[in-house]
């Protein structure tokens, strides 16, 4: 009897070993312990100042709990995930298992949360907070004033109960977003047809509030390629067309559909390649965001010839090889550019590294260059349970204060107005304490780049994504079997059937003629 | 009814199987059945067949299948080649079992890291990356799978077969050909197949060596799965496992004709 009880008990405990990580895998309840708000916040990695104690900066996210539970009276606690790529969020997003307030994906993906109907208007959802704006409203002016703590006043301060800096309400114009961004945007996103649950179009600016945005540029090694190859070259430094022998097989291209999509149509665009069908197009919108077989037949003949100049693709480690000089050039993002830009100073303060975003004039073909501007946003899915918060986080990202820690903080450029920025007197101490120049922050090229019709927005490609992976699958796996496998096969038999002869050549020599009895036989009788 | 209760309870070795069978349930099974029913999927969760048409209808998909397929053989044979003799030696000496430990001692190293350093190293070095330095990846990632099996029949031979064939007559060329590489038929199908098959499903090797410019089947499923491609990436992991299914068969039946052929040498 007592060996059954300890059986039992080892198989509970066994059972209960593999049964409690799953269950805490799956703890799906967000329900914190009463007298706690929750926000949960579904982010990039590394996509908010997280603090860091070095430069005296503390947790963005910490202070927004702070601020929220001086404003509204209630504690708040934020749970926050990341994520890598924009697929592995809308996988969880459109399978209706993320359960969160908050999302920050890039514009294509905005689009087709959208369109799957799963983005909550801001509009609306003020409409729905109003009340409880109200409330917040007659509580702060209700407040003695004489007893507060000096944060508690500045939070306070700080607070706008009309969400000033959200450019997806109505009445706020533009928020706090740099008007030219948001031109770009409501261009393109304006008038989005086919939303699921919506007749007619859909303004998406009423969906989302731009976070960060940058371009798309080459990273280069200001020994290898001079500027002057840069602005004669523009694009062609990715496919080498200047054929500098120090850059061959020296370049890293992006392992990402879009982007390497992209870059093969600039390229083409401004080396005039196109079939004459396209001779329309006169800007960068346009351009990106053709699909249709032709164009794709086109990339990926482009693509497949670049292959022989490049070192390979890579999302991740492309700025350590740049900075260890394994490669020379490195088609970037705007932020990390920048950020292996700063890293890459040299002992005499000049820059190992250089970032370009390819403007104006080809000189050889006199055909424009475009380039591809990008952007994430902030925006609120149906399943958000905390409606008041998510909207105050958003408007508290909009503050001047946020933008600039988190642009510091992360290397990309803030979504915020340039002008309200140089005009906070926060932003002007806040450069100096983290050690900048204020005007040479604010001049750079490359983190403000000039916005207009060269820099093109890209669209969800829907159905026709497909077909771009298709083509993509085949520009990176080559033309066709690789020959050079054969040659290695042939070459194992060969070495083999060689070695196998000459072992029988030497055996044949060596044994003749033959012993009958082996040295081992003889050991053993005696 | 309680006799039937008490039954019901009872407590043999066979319940402490279960977590491990529930396990299997969860992680194995339920995720196949998934792939299974994903392939006849299209985005909108309609059945359809179309997927089937884009892989097989598809040029680049099959070239990437060839591709991979060719790289495990050829990884495959150099493995053997360098693998056999290493063996054979090892079994011969009788310190060869601390020596195989050398070998295998880099397996508990995890392999990503191993990539990686193999990966700094080729470039300290300064040699391109590309085929060359991905089938260099794969034999040194995989030849410990080889050789392990390898050693243990070639160290299991009884010693007596050798004799006798010399007794008989035979010499050093026949004794190998006709005793021992019969013998170890069996390791080296298991070699084959521990290494055959882990290599057509590589993706981060072939990534890593090649920064991403040879293309394997592996990389090809995560590409389709990264890109939401759901219908076309599970059809290609069934035909992956099918590929292994194909594999694990042949060698199991290689393995029953070895047995003949050792009973027939007996």
Redesign the interface.
């Known amino acids: 009897m007592k060996r ?1 009880f300890t ?2 008990l ?2 509970i405990f ?2 209960a ?3 409690l990580p ?1 269950l805490a895998a799956c703890d799906g309840s967000r329900n914190a312990a009463s007298g706690y708000d929750t926000l949960v916040i579904y982010n990039w990695e590394d996509y908010i100042d997280s603090g860091d104690s070095e430069m005296g900066r503390s947790d963005l996210r910490d202070e927004f709990e702070r601020y929220y539970e001086n404003v509204t009276g209630r504690p708040l606690r934020i749970t926050y995930t990341t994520y890598d ?1 924009n ?2 969020m ?2 969880k997003v459109l399978k209706n298992d993320a359960n969160v307030d908050l999302i920050c994906p890039s514009e294509y993906s905005i689009e087709k949360l959208l369109l799957a109907g799963l983005l909550e208007n801001h509009n609306d959802l003020m409409k729905d907070i109003a009340p409880q704006l109200a409330d917040i409203e007659k509580r702060l002016d209700g407040l003695d004033k004489q007893k507060l703590g000096e944060q508690e006043l500045a939070d306070i301060e700080q607070f706008d109960a009309s969400l000033g800096g959200m450019s997806s309400l109505k009445n706020n114009g533009d928020g706090s977003i740099e008007p030219k961004i948001m031109s770009v945007i409501r261009n393109m996103f304006s008038n989005i047809e086919g939303v699921k649950g919506a007749e007619g179009a859909v303004d998406m600016t009423e969906y989302m509030v731009p976070y960060m945005y940058g371009t798309l540029g080459i990273l280069y090694n200001t020994n290898v390629i001079s500027e002057q190859e840069l602005e004669n070259y523009g694009w062609g430094v990715l496919w080498n067309v200047m054929e500098n022998e120090q850059l061959e ?1 020296k370049i ?1 291209m992006k ?1 990402s ?1 879009r982007d390497t999509y992209a870059a093969a149509l600039f390229y083409l665009y401004e080396y005039d390649l196109l079939p004459e069908k396209y001779d329309y197009i006169t800007t960068a919108q346009e351009l990106i965001n053709l699909t249709d077989p032709d164009i794709l037949e086109t990339a990926e003949e482009a693509l497949t010839s670049q ?1 022989d100049h ?5 999302v991740d480690f492309g700025k350590d090889d740049m900075l260890n000089e ?1 490669v020379y050039a490195d088609f970037a993002w705007s932020g990390d550019a920048l950020w292996a830009v700063e890293e890459s100073e040299q002992d005499d303060g000049s820059f190992l590294l250089g970032y370009y975003c390819p403007t104006g004039v080809n000189p050889n073909t006199g055909k424009e260059r475009f380039s591809n501007i990008w952007y994430d946003g902030w925006v609120i899915p149906t399943t958000v349970k905390n409606k008041l918060a998510a909207m105050m986080f958003i408007d508290y990202m909009c503050k001047p204060q946020s933008a600039i820690r988190n642009s510091v903080a992360i290397g990309y450029s803030s979504a915020a107005s340039k002008e309200l920025l140089m005009g906070d007197e926060y932003v002007k101490s806040f450069l100096e304490d983290q050690e900048y120049d204020f005007d040479e922050y604010f001049d750079d090229i490359g983190r403000y780049p000039k916005i207009d019709y060269n820099l093109g927005v890209m669209r969800d490609f829907g159905a026709r ?2 077909d771009l ?2 083509m ?3 520009a ?3 033309a ?3 020959v ?3 040659i ?2 042939a070459a ?1 038999i060969g ?2 059937a060689i070695a196998v002869a000459l ?2 050549v030497f ?1 044949a020599l060596k ?1 003749r003629p ?1 012993r ?3 040295k ?2 003889d050991n053993s009788q005696k | 009814m309680t006799k039937r209760t008490h039954k019901k309870l009872r ?1 043999t070795k066979k ?2 199987s ?3 069978i ?2 299997l349930l ?1 992680f194995v099974v339920i995720p196949l059945v998934l792939i299974l029913v994903n392939a006849f999927l299209d985005s909108e969760n309609n059945l359809t067949l179309d997927n089937f048409k ?1 892989f097989f209808g ?1 040029p ?2 099959l ?2 299948l ?2 991979s397929l ?2 495990g ?2 990884t495959t ?2 493995c053997l ?1 360098i693998g056999y003799p290493v063996a054979y030696i090892l079994s011969k000496i009788s310190s060869g079992k601390i020596i195989v430990l050398l070998y295998v001692l880099p397996m508990f190293i995890n392999f990503l890291i191993r990539t990686l350093a193999t990966k700094a190293i080729f ?1 300290a070095m300064g040699v ?2 590309g ?1 060359g330095t991905v ?1 260099f990846g794969m034999v040194y990632n995989y030849l410990p799978f080889m050789i392990m099996p390898l050693h243990t029949t070639l160290s299991g031979i009884d010693k007596s077969y050798i ?1 006798a064939a ?2 008989l ?1 035979a ?3 026949t004794v190998f050909l006709k005793t021992v590489l019969p013998l170890s038929v069996s390791g080296i199908l298991s070699g084959i197949t521990m290494v055959f098959i882990p290599t057509i499903s590589t993706y981060a090797i072939s990534q890593l060596l ?4 040879i ?1 394997l089947f592996g ?2 499923i995560q ?2 799965f ?4 759901y219908g ?1 990436g599970s059809i290609m992991s069934i035909v992956m496992l099918i590929f292994v299914l194909i594999s694990n068969f042949i060698m199991n039946k290689f393995n029953r004709n070895s047995n003949a052929v050792r009973r027939s040498l007996w």
């Open positions: 059954k059986l039992c080892t198989a066994m059972l070993c593999t049964l799953l790529t697929e592995t809308m996988t097989n890293l392992d559909v292959r490049i070192s390979g693709y890579e394994i994504n497909e992976v298709n993509w699958q085949r990176k796996s080559g066709g079997v690789d050079s496998l054969f290695i096969i194992i070495a083999v072992y029988f055996q044994c033959r009958i009895v082996s081992r036989a | 407590l319940v402490f279960f977590p491990y529930l396990f969860l884009m598809a680049s998909s070239i990437v060839g591709n060719l790289v053989v050829i044979a150099l080649i470039i391109e990356l085929m089938l004799e010399q007794d007559g010499d050093k060329a090649s920064n991403g410019k293309f990389d090809s590409l389709s990264e890109q939401g491609l076309v």
